[in-house]
């Protein structure tokens, strides 16, 4: 079986400075798919950044980078020079390729609040 | 180049009655998936589709619970006989094929039950 596990429910950071939200994973699957999703108080699902299994190099998006330690089995997200917008529900999600349907499996995810 | 559209974003069903949430995929998407929000949760897969066929129910409760992606229209979340556990966000989400980097989500509907 996945699971995702998320073990920070609340972070705080100072504005402008960098975090990062944990995640850790279990599957047996050899070939994964691992994503990132910020959901603001308005309640939408916004994509921040994916990372395959297979992929040589961590990836970036912007500000956002994920820290992927495949022997751990850790996908951490760092926010860098963070912003008040910041300020957000965090989830992490997982996908494995041997599931043709593609589904998607959450952890319960780390509010973030960004102080001024 | 609209988004995933979910209607309402907002319903509000008093106990025993029916909730029906409705998805239109972005243009050109054929597959469909369901997902549900507990409050302080994170989403929980419910349903996969296909223009016409149900691919993936295995996260539907047995009961009450149905889904549909006709040829022509939106799909269609219908909650039989509601009851106060579910209240929940309800989220759709849209590809044009099984994407390798996740698809998109409309944003939302929150269904409460009184």
């Known amino acids: 079986a996945q699971k995702i596990t998320q073990t920070q429910p609340g972070m705080f950071v100072q504005e402008k400075e960098a975090v990062t939200l944990d ?63 910041d300020s ?29 | 180049n609209a988004g ?26 054929s597959h469909v998936y369901w997902y549900r929000q507990l409050p302080e949760e994170g989403l929980k897969f419910m349903v996969y589709l296909q223009k016409e066929n149900i ?13 549909e992606f006709p040829k022509e229209g939106p799909s269609i979340l219908r909650i039989q006989q509601v009851v106060r556990g579910d209240s929940a966000a309800y989220f759709c989400a849209s590809s044009p094929q099984p994407q390798e980097k996740g698809y998109t989500f409309g944003s939302g509907t929150r269904l409460t039950v009184v």
């Open chain 1, 23 to 85: 995640c850790t994973y279990d599957t047996s699957d050899p070939s994964y798919g691992l994503f990132w999703y910020k959901q603001p108080s308005s309640g939408e699902m916004i994509f921040l950044i994916y990372q395959g299994s297979y992929d040589q190099q961590n990836a970036t998006e912007g500000r956002y980078s994920l820290n992927f330690q495949k022997a751990r089995k850790s996908a951490n997200l760092v926010i860098s020079a963070s912003q008040l917008g």
């Open chain 1, 88 to 116: 957000a529900m965090y989830f992490c999600a997982m996908r494995g390729r041997m599931d043709s349907s593609y589904k998607l499996i959450f952890g319960s995810g780390t509010r973030l609040l960004v102080r001024p």
């Open chain 2, 4 to 29: 995933v559209m979910q209607n309402p974003r907002h319903l509000v069903r008093r106990r025993g009655q029916e909730a029906r949430l409705r998805c239109s995929p972005m243009k050109g998407h």
């Open chain 2, 55 to 67: 691919i993936d129910e295995s996260g539907m409760p047995k009961e009450r619970f149905s889904a």
